[in-house]
């Protein structure tokens, strides 16, 4: 199983971004699926998560501005982000455990600039 981040890239203030994970092989409806970011300096902090069923769920911190939607036809997770700041500057990573072992992407660079 692996997981490939796209869709980062440099944007304005206020602008929306939707970033994407491609999980490879046949159980990506049976995955959970979680995004993380990472910014310079920082601990890496939890964004969303998304049950195999398509439940969702986000850190107080996270919720009003970030989506998370899932494409099980694609083997696709998605991370929609709104009205971006600048402390939203990161690498995003999307996030399984498969096996009992955590399982992450090579991570997307997010930069916002005011």
């Known amino acids: 199983v692996q997981l490939q981040a796209s869709g980062g890239g440099l944007v304005q203030a206020g602008e929306s971004l939707k970033l994407s994970c491609v999980v490879s092989g046949s159980i990506f409806s049976t995955l959970h699926m979680n995004w993380w970011r990472q910014a310079p300096g920082k601990q890496r902090e939890l964004v969303a998560l998304?049950?195999?069923?398509?439940?969702?769920n986000y850190p107080d911190a996270m919720k009003g501005r970030f989506t998370t939607s899932r494409v099980n036809a694609r083997n696709t997770v998605y991370l929609q982000i709104h009205d971006l700041k600048p402390e939203d500057t990161a690498i995003y990573y999307c996030q399984t455990l498969y096996q009992g072992t955590a399982l992450w992407g090579q991570g997307t660079l997010v930069t916002v600039s005011s």
């Open positions: 998304i049950s195999s069923g398509g439940v969702t």
